[in-house]
């Protein structure tokens, strides 16, 4: 018998062809399939062992190389580099919903995002390139990840409360709901004097601190003169340093409570705190929600069973007859191995009709019964699971797992899954000669 690591070596491709699976391992003697997320299509599709070995299904989530905050990322999480195709490098907020596309965007800030676009001087047009990473840390036109969507331009002579903007993504797949060392964040806030606050940046990474103040009035320079903002969050610390800009501001409870935007600094240079807009301005100005979509619903699973029909006619053959079959979804994408069967020593000429009947746990879907004739095996690992006598006197014996070699010929049948209506499917005429 093949020891667990050499059927866990010979099977790792044929696992990793079943949607969802992103690894394959050894834990406490059964095999380790680590898959994105358990679902009843992952655990319906992914045999409960191998030869004899019992299989585990560990949902791991995606396996991505570690990189640095400045990389090129795809997806692209929060707290990565990102900008304006005509400013340096600032900070890719988070995934967020623009309330009147309803897809999802990227939030970051006017200066980051809109090249500090104001109403005095504009700056910015809808559809600009957006950089992943941004100019400073090497992104070029290649690495356009979004077209600039909307923003709040700056009153340079009046109040403002916010500095954002949203950026619509050219492939929704290229955006992570995640932000790097803080999650998926679902929920917003008010900020609250004395409570610790927490951003996670392109480079100062993940930095907490005390909320100082959360009705600041200040003055800031964008390049074109002083702009007023007002109704804004100071954090203490050495909180937020250049490039920084445009991270979503938590709370302890990992709730959204602003956007950060600038930060403080004594005559020689040190870090006094960050500044930030409060959520609640942001997502009213830009007409945005907090979180991620809702799933959707998984398909409801059921008990399927299989009832199929193979004829097999043995024309001076010198060997067995073997017989097995598969479940394909309509792409011919792999679902399960059904139990396959063989004949010992049949009977010269003789016509061999065998019903079979099997049970598995399939979803809504066209699917294909891909039924084989083999003309070798072994049975190493394989599982006698039952037996019949024919009326020639010749013993039929059901197996699974095992080895099936050189594919003598196939046929498919086709059948629908409607559950909870259809509850079996038939398929007959798969018929086989062996000689």
């Known amino acids: 018998m093949e020891t667990i690591l050499e059927v866990k070596k010979r099977v790792t491709s044929t696992l990793f062809d079943i949607p969802g ?31 004899g070995y019992g ?7 995606e396996f991505f190389a570690i990189q640095a905050r400045t990389d090129k990322w795809r997806p692209a999480p929060g707290g990565v580099s990102i900008g304006h195709h005509l400013i340096w490098s600032g900070t890719l907020g988070t995934a967020v919903i623009d309330n009147i596309s309803g897809k999802r965007v990227i939030l970051s800030n006017n200066h980051i995002l809109a090249n500090s676009d104001s109403i005095q001087h504009p700056k910015a047009n809808k559809g600009d390139e957006i950089w992943q990473p941004g100019r400073l840390d090497g992104g070029s036109s290649a690495d356009t990840i979004a077209h600039l969507e909307r923003w709040v331009p700056f009153d340079e002579g009046g109040t403002n409360t916010v500095d954002c903007a949203i950026g619509m993504p050219i492939n929704d797949a290229d955006l992570d709901d995640n932000i790097l060392e803080i999650g998926v964040v679902n929920e917003m806030a008010e900020a609250i004097e004395g409570e610790t606050g927490r951003k996670s940046g392109r480079t100062t990474g993940l930095t907490s601190g005390e909320i100082l103040d959360v009705n600041l009035t200040l003055n800031i320079d964008y390049g074109e003169g002083p702009v007023t903002l007002t109704d804004c969050i100071f954090i203490a ?12 501001l938590v709370n302890s409870d990992g709730r959204a409570i602003g956007l950060v935007f600038a930060n403080s600094e004594s005559e020689d240079k040190t870090v006094v705190g960050g500044i930030a807009c409060k959520i609640s301005n942001v997502i009213n100005n830009l007409d945005i929600s907090i979180g991620v979509p809702p799933e959707e619903p998984e398909e409801p699973g059921v008990q399927v069973t299989i009832n199929y029909t193979i004829t097999a006619k043995n024309i001076k053959n010198p060997h067995d007859i073997i017989v097995g079959a598969s479940i394909f979804t309509s792409d ?4 399960a191995d059904l139990p396959w069967w063989i004949i010992i020593d049949p009977t010269d000429n003789m016509e061999y009709t065998i019903p079979i009947s099997h049970s598995l746990g399939l979803v809504k879907g066209d699917y294909i019964l891909r039924a084989r004739a083999w003309k070798d095996y072994d049975l190493i690992g394989a599982t006698e699971i039952g037996s019949q006598t024919t009326p020639d006197g010749k013993i039929i014996i059901v197996y699974t797992e095992g080895h099936l070699y050189n594919i003598l010929d196939q046929m498919d049948g086709t059948f629908i899954i409607s559950p909870p209506e259809i509850v079996s499917a038939d398929i007959n005429n798969m018929s086989f000669s062996f000689g």
């Open 21 to 51: 699976v992103v690894g394959v391992g050894i834990q406490k003697g059964q095999i380790a399939v680590y898959v994105k997320k358990i679902t009843a299509v992952t655990l319906a599709t992914i045999p409960m062992s191998i030869e």
């Open 55 to 61: 299989i585990t299904v560990i949902e791991s989530g």
């Open 237 to 248: 610390g050495p909180f937020a340093d250049g490039g920084d800009s445009g991270s979503l």
């Open 332 to 335: 011919l994408t792999w679902v």
